[in-house]
Structure formats: C-alpha cells, structure tokens
C-alpha cells in the first residue's frame, strides 16, 4: 500500500510539474537565441506575461548589457577592471566574474529595439511605484496592441489606487476598441469618452472618420469626441481661472507692501521693486548655506527659513531708505520718485556687483515640484498653489496687524490724517520709519514666493513694478481689500486676453482699461476714507 501511494505521488509530480514550471526561465534564455525576429517575438511574449521580473533583463538587453556565456545562458554583465561582473537576470544573483572575451553582448536592432520598449511599457504596468504604473497605463492607452490585453486584464485585478484603476481602465477600453466585437468596440468607445489624453482622441477621430467602420460605432465615436470637446472646454477654462488667480496672488504679493507704503506717506516709491529682488537673493543666500553647512535632507527646508530672512533684509534696507532719504522729501513727489528711482538702480548695481549679472537659479524644495490633475485636462503646479496659499495667508497676517494691533490703529490714524495724529501725540515719523519697513519686508516675501517660479536675476523687480501700481490705483490707495480685488482682477483679465490677444497686446488692453476707469473714478475701486481723502 505504502509503495503504491509513493508511485502514485511520484506520478502526481511528474505530470504537474510543468504547471509549477517558471515560464520566464524558459523565455530569457531564448533572448540570446536565433536572429533579431525571433527575440523580437520574446520580448513580445516577456511583456505579454506581465511579470515584473523581466524587466531587468529587457532593460539589460536595450542597454547593451545582457550577454550570452559559454554555456548558452544569458546574464547581465557590468565592466569590472578588464573583465565583467555577471549576474542572473531573473534574480540579480551574483554569478561572478568573468574575461570580457568570454561572453558575447546581445545585438539588438531598430525592430527588436521597438519590440523591447513595447514590452517594458506593458511590464511598468506591474512596477511597485504607482505613478510608473499610471505612466505605463497612459501609455498603453495611446498605443494599444491585442498583445496587452492579458498584462492590463491581470493589472486591474490587482490595482487599487483609484487614479490608476481609472487609467488601466481606459487603456483597457483601446484595446477592446482595436480588437473586440462591434459590441465590444462601442463599450470601449463609451469608456473612452471619459479620457483627455490626445492620443486618445486621435483614436476616436479615426475611429468616428473611418468609411470601414458600422454606423453605430461611427456614432458612437462622435458622440464620445463631443462630449471629451465640451469637458475640455470646461477643464481649460478652469485652468486658464486658477493661471489667473496665480498671477493675481504674485501681483498681490508685489502689490500689498506698495499699498501700505503709498497709501500711508503718499510715496511714489521706484525702488519698491528692488525689495522684491532683496527678497529674491535671500532665498537664494539661504539655499547656498543650507547647501553648503547642512545634510542634504534638510536642504528642502531652506524655505521656510528664507522667509523671515527675506522679510528682515528686504525691511532694513526699506527703514534705512526712509530714515536716509524719503523722510527728507515728503511732499515732494517727483523729487522723492527720482530719487527712488536713482536707488533702485544703486541697488541693482550692488546686486550685479555681489553675486554677478547671471541668473541664479532657486530650486524647489521637494514637497512643491510637481503637481497634480484634478481633472483632465487641468494640471495644478503645486509651487503655484503654495504662492496662492501663502499669499492669502499674508494677507490675512497684515489686516490682522492694521486691524488688532496698537500699530495698526496708529498708521490707520497717519493714513486718515497725519497733522491730527501728530497732534494726538501719535510719533508719525517712527510710524513712517516701520510702515515704510514693514511694506518692504513684505516685498521681501514676495521675492522668495517669485524665485520659486523663475529665475533671480538682478531686474526682477523692475518686471513687476509697474503691475504693482496698477493694482494699486485700481484697487485704492491704500486699501488692502481693493489691493486684493485689484490684483486678482488683473491676474484673471491678463490670462483671459492672452490666447484672444497674446501677452504684449493684453497687457495694453489692460493698461487702456484702467486709465478709463481712472479718468471716472479716479480713488479706484474702494476710495479711501477720513478728512484726508475728502480734502
């Protein structure tokens, strides 16, 4: 009994044995076999399993890395001194080192070349890193072949990130719409309808202009491409809104301490823009120092510590401006507004002089590059959210100090009426002094909010200068409300008229528009108040 159980096992394994059998262990070794046709066919079959583990290999292969050894089997080789170090392609497995004349480099050429590409973007399909699988899925999508449909059918069981799921999805419906039944093909159109990638839409054009296909499909491809045109239409405009929105916020940023410094001493400040610049190379000072003293994982941190940095350097400079030059020329606006501009140029020849003409290039700390797609179609930057953020956030900071702060209440009582608030006692000029200290400091910010989208260069301020009175008459003088409404009107305008217009005639339109507005309502949008605005 016991031996005829043992056969029987025995049995058992032998027939069951090729079902246990690794079929990438068959598959590999036939990649340095038989001309460039046949290995094309492998790399075809590699990516049709959907096995990871090939992708080492293919990899190896499309880099002039996989060899055959003497005894037939493939590894990957890497140079060592002058020989190679081999390892197993399936397990990456040291397998020891070896004279260069002893293996031989698989050839490859433009077909197999194609062959391996397809196959690896079907195998990333598998890759643990989620945005490579949505990556492979996209492209799968723009370039379906019946040879995906087992890697994507066996990807979707496993996939559990929605956004991934979504796009496995749609290439799956491209594959159905290249092979399936008329039934089929429709499904597939009616999935796709929900996708916005290009290529995809150019498969639905052929599909909706193609004489061979049935009328139902031909339809059903129509109706699909409008509905993509429509939901497009909506994501770009929602796009063009937040562009808008972002520019206001830059313009708010470069606006709010003009604003304060304007509507406070009546000073036509030129070198306001020069802050902005301040601000700009202290974020960059602050990223060289973070570079140079501290381990690279707190190099991202650099920006949360340029900020206050910005803002003193940017708010020494603006009191040392005002206690040595404005104060001598209150009431005197074209003698204060040339001697501001001689400054600013003071000041950017100081820059040029210091860190050089060249651009100087500010990176993005890690957790603000990229960005994300709520919808398709509309891609959001994340450092244009976080400029969007931070300048609602000093914003609210600076009614908070005006409206909460005995400081407030003095520079509100200078901005209302300076003679009086000097004769309440009020020190106007140690107010002038700080106001004129805190407006530059937030320029300063600003510059560190500008260098995360550009380059610092020692003319950036003067980019924004002009836009930054423009806001500032068109809100108000003096009006932190009507700096905001302001700023984003303008942010908003500029990017509606830019696809109508471009960007040059735009900006003219724009510039027309307010100096009629001016000429009727010449306070700007929210007039100050007090006995010095009536008079």
């Not at 016991?2 to 090729?18: G, H, K, T």
């Not at 823009?273 to 060289?288: C, K, P, R, S």
């Not at 891609?379 to 969007?388: M, P, S």
């Not at 600076?398 to 702060?405: G, M, N, S, V």
Request: aromatic fraction near 6%; charged fraction near 15%.
């Amino acid at each position: 009994m016991i031996v005829m159980f043992r056969f029987l096992a025995c049995l058992w394994f032998l027939l069951a044995a090729p079902a246990f059998a690794d079929p990438l262990a068959d598959l590999i070794p036939k990649l340095g076999r038989g001309g460039f046709a046949d290995k094309a066919e492998v790399a075809a079959e590699l990516g049709a399993l959907g096995d990871g583990r090939a992708i080492a290999a293919l990899r190896a292969l499309a880099d002039g890395k996989l060899v055959t050894r003497a005894d037939g089997s493939v590894a990957i080789a890497e140079p060592a001194g002058e020989g190679v170090k081999l390892a197993h392609p399936l397990t990456g497995a040291d397998l020891g080192t070896s004279a260069a004349d002893t293996v031989e480099r698989i050839r490859i050429n433009n077909r197999l070349r194609a062959a391996i590409a397809a196959a690896l973007g079907a195998l990333q399909i598998f890759s643990p890193n989620p945005e490579e699988r949505l990556a492979a899925a996209r492209e799968a999508a723009k370039a379906p072949t019946p040879e995906l449909a087992l890697a994507l059918d066996k990807a979707l069981a496993a996939e559990t990130v929605p956004a991934v799921r979504a796009a496995l999805r749609s290439a799956q419906a491209a594959v159905q719409l290249s092979v399936g039944t008329i039934e089929q093909r429709i499904r597939a159109v009616e999935a796709l309808s929900a996708a916005t990638d290009p290529q995809v839409r150019n498969l639905l054009r052929q599909v909706a202009q193609a004489a061979e296909a049935p009328a139902e499909l031909r339809a059903a491809a129509e109706t699909a491409l409008r509905s993509i045109e429509r939901r497009l239409q909506l994501a770009g405009l929602a796009e063009i809104l937040f562009q808008g929105v972002s520019l206001g916020s830059v313009l708010l940023l470069a606006a709010i301490g003009l604003a304060i410094t304007f509507g406070v001493m009546g000073v036509i400040n030129m070198a306001h823009g020069e802050m902005i610049m301040i601000g700009a190379y202290t974020a960059f000072v602050v990223q060289e120092i973070f570079r140079a003293y501290l381990p690279p994982d707190a190099v991202d941190l650099y920006l949360p510590a340029a900020v206050p940095a910005a803002f003193l350097a940017a708010a020494l400079v603006g009191i040392a401006l005002e206690r040595g030059v404005i104060r001598f020329l209150y009431g005197r606006a074209l003698e204060t507004l040339l001697a501001t501009w001689g400054i600013s140029l003071m000041l950017q020849q100081a820059v040029r002089s210091v860190f050089g003409a060249p651009n100087k290039e500010v990176a993005n700390p890690a957790w603000m590059t990229g960005g994300f797609e709520p919808v398709g179609g509309f891609f959001v930057a994340y450092n244009r959210l976080a400029i969007v953020v931070f300048c609602f956030l000093v914003l609210g900071a600076i009614a908070l100090i005006l409206r909460r702060t005995a400081f407030g209440l003095h520079v509100r009582a200078v901005t209302q009426n300076r003679d009086m608030a000097k004769a309440m006692g009020i020190p106007v000029a140690r107010i002038d002094a700080l106001t004129f200290g805190l407006g530059s400091g937030i320029a300063g910010m600003a510059g560190v909010a500008l260098s995360q989208i550009g380059n610092v260069s020692p003319n950036l301020g003067q980019i924004y200068i002009v836009d930054s009175f423009m806001v500032v008459v068109f809100g108000g003088v003096g009006s932190l409300l009507g700096t905001l409404a302001g700023a984003m009107t303008l942010g908003v305008i500029n990017k509606l008229l830019e696809p109508v217009a471009g960007a040059v005639l735009g900006k003219i339109v724009v510039l027309a528009a307010i100096i009629v507005f001016i000429q009727r309502r010449p306070r700007g949008l929210f007039a100050p108040r007090g006995r010095a605005a009536e008079g």
